[in-house]
Nanobody
Framework: VQLQASGGGLVQSGDSLRLSCAAS????????IGWFRQAPGGDREGVSC???????YYAESVKGRFTISRDYAKSAVLLDMNGLKPEDSAVYYC????????????????????WGKGTLVTVSS
């Protein structure tokens, strides 16, 4: 299982970004896909996940601002981030794991088996 996160960058507070997690169609259909982030000196935090039923879950800190979706045409899981805040700055990772690890928040990283390299998001104030 291979995953590749992309789309990070430097933006200002209030701006939007779209992250993409590229994966095979099999991966998208078989696994739940989660987005996680880790700020310097911080723990890795579950941001959002989507399971193969299409159910979506979000951390409280991003609910209403971030939207996860699965795009089979692009063979990717997207994370649309709106209203970005400086505290959203982190390296963002996508990961694949069993469906039962994406059934409700919080989203635990230890349930996800396959990880891609991260993409850096920096939000300036």
């Amino acid at each position: 299982v291979q995953l590749q996160a992309s789309g990070g960058g430097l933006v200002q507070s209030g701006d939007s970004l779209r992250l993409s997690c590229a994966a095979s169609r099999y991966t998208l259909e078989y696994y739940a896909i989660g987005w996680f982030r880790q700020a310097p000196g911080g723990d890795r935090e579950g941001v959002s996940c989507i399971n193969n039923s299409g159910n979506k879950y979000y951390a409280e800190s991003v609910k209403g601002r971030f939207t996860i979706s699965r795009d089979y045409a692009k063979s990717a899981v997207l994370l649309d981030m709106n209203g970005l805040k400086p505290e959203d700055s982190a390296v963002y990772y996508c990961a694949a794991g069993p469906q039962h690890w994406c059934v409700r928040p919080p989203i635990y990283d230890y349930g996800f088996d396959y990880w891609g390299k991260g993409t850096l998001v920096t939000v300036s104030s």
